[in-house]
């Protein structure tokens, strides 16, 4: 095991995890798959605020890609994301490798249904089954006491919660907001993909649901918003995936606003697929 000049941890093998986890007790976890920005590091900031030492994961997770995703070209920078994560105040840093997390005996996965089955599911097939098996194998190696999401993915967050809880899991999932550019745009590793001219269209999707959330709230109807939020997109040069009022945690769809409830969309601009979210109400 490694230890960085700040004392920062770095494990590369379950039993130099084990033998860091020993040493630190409790947890605060925040899994990633690296390329961070500054969204990961509200996430190591808020598990600090919880009180507890951090420890976080870097792993490009291969079962929650679908063949013609960019699992190749996912961007992966270790040395810079582990300079940033010790400047955060990182304890440990897990770096698991595919042959630990898959071994070629693993014979289990997780189906997961309710919040997975709709949007990012229909959408990306096998998907959700890829991140639950990943977040649940992640649970099990660094059992943290609590671990941190960022709600830009808000799917999934419904989606791991619901898994804490079906299975009995004993951590604390804890959703953290989204971290915006000053134009709105929802920070992503993936927006290094935009170019100059997509990176000036990109924030308005935030503005399409912020207006649609204003509209759906002052009354009007919900599936002309919707028609509208797609319309501006399509204007914008986006192609939408979906743009749908949901419940907030169910993920199933509204006719009309009822609380609690959230905007969701996907729509691809250029090579990139733009996921953003808003609460309505």
């Not at 700040?6 to 690296?34: D, H």
């Not at 390329?35 to 994961?57: D, N």
């Not at 503005?207 to 599936?223: F, P, R, T």
Request: hydrophobic share 45%; glycine share 8%; proline share 8%.
């Amino acid at each position: 095991m490694v230890k960085t000049p700040c004392q920062m941890m770095i494990a590369r093998t379950l039993e130099e995890l084990r033998a860091a986890r020993e040493a630190l007790g409790p947890v605060g976890f925040v899994p990633t798959m690296g390329a961070l920005h500054e969204g990961h590091l509200t996430l190591v900031s808020a598990a600090k605020a919880a009180g507890l030492p951090v420890a976080a994961s870097i792993f490009v997770n291969p079962t929650q890609f679908g063949p013609n995703e960019d699992f190749a070209r996912y961007p992966r920078d270790e040395k810079g994301d582990l300079d940033k994560l010790e400047a955060a105040g990182c304890a440990l840093i897990w770096l698991p490798t595919p042959e630990i997390m898959y071994p070629p005996h693993s014979a289990t996965t997780i189906t997961v249904g309710g919040p997975a089955l709709k949007w990012e599911g229909a959408s990306r097939p096998g998907h959700f089954s890829g991140v639950a098996t990943v977040v649940a194998k992640l649970f099990g190696q660094v059992r943290p006491e609590a671990a941190y999401f960022g709600e830009k993915d808000w799917q999934q967050v419904q989606v791991v919660s619901r898994m804490v809880e079906d299975l009995a899991l004993p951590v604390r999932v804890v959703p953290v907001p989204i971290v915006r550019e000053t134009g709105g745009l929802a920070l992503s590793s993936r927006n290094r993909y935009l170019s100059e001219p997509e990176r000036k269209a990109a924030p308005a999707l935030y503005a399409a649901l912020s207006h649609a959330a204003q509209e759906i709230v002052a009354g009007k109807e919900v599936a002309a918003t919707l028609h509208d939020a797609r319309h501006s997109l399509s204007k914008a040069g986006m192609v939408p995936d979906y743009v749908a009022l949901v419940h907030a945690h169910t993920l199933e769809p509204l006719e009309g606003f009822a609380r609690p409830a959230r905007l969701i969309a996907a729509a691809k601009l250029g090579a990139v697929r733009l996921l953003d979210n808003v609460p309505v109400g």
